[in-house]
């Protein structure tokens, strides 16, 4: 089996795995849930680095850690969680709190989102960054996560 497949396999594994968790943060904070997977997936290399393995970490984020030398055997600027909801809900936190949020919060399009998390300082190389989480939601089909029809109250 190429390795390419594998991957795809992985991702898919992944989507599979974190899409619910996904589509409750949209519940709760509004952000699509397409954007906080297709994010995931790309800082964490869908669930496959240390950051995501071993310390609940899926979107690179800093903070303080006090076990990352008893983890890893060196320092970490990254910061660890106690679950991957934690992880997750973080990410939304930090979201929530930027200056395009209250003129998002309402608009399900993917792409402006992705814009302004990568124009807001997120991402290193944005445009890069940008390109892959996008790509994510393309090829992956994940802005299908994004419908109404997700929503608990609705069923």
């Given at each position: ?15 599979d ?10 519940h ?6 397409s ?5 995931a ?17 899926h ?15 060196y320092?970490?600027?990254?910061k660890?969680?106690?679950s991957?909801?934690?992880s997750?809900q973080?990410?939304?936190e930090?979201?929530?709190?930027k ?6 919060i ?15 300082g ?8 940008k390109k892959?989480v996008l790509s994510?939601?393309?090829r ?6 994004d ?9």
């Open positions: 089996m190429p390795s390419f497949s594998r991957g795809q396999s992985n991702i898919e594994s992944y989507i795995k974190y899409k619910g968790l996904a589509i409750d943060m949209m709760l904070y509004n952000i699509p849930a954007v906080t997977l297709s994010i997936i790309v800082e964490s290399g869908a669930g496959s680095s240390v950051l995501g393995r071993k310390f609940h970490n979107f690179g984020m800093t903070g303080k850690n006090n076990n990352a030398v008893k983890k890893l055997g320092r970490s600027r990254y660890e969680y106690d991957d909801t934690a997750f973080h990410f939304c930090v979201i929530a709190r200056t395009f949020y209250p003129i998002l309402d608009n399900p399009d993917y792409k402006s989102w992705v814009a302004a998390i990568g124009k807001s997120y991402a290193n190389s944005a445009s890069h960054w892959k994510a939601i393309v992956h089909n994940l802005y299908t996560l419908v109404a029809d997700n929503d608990p109250l609705n069923k």
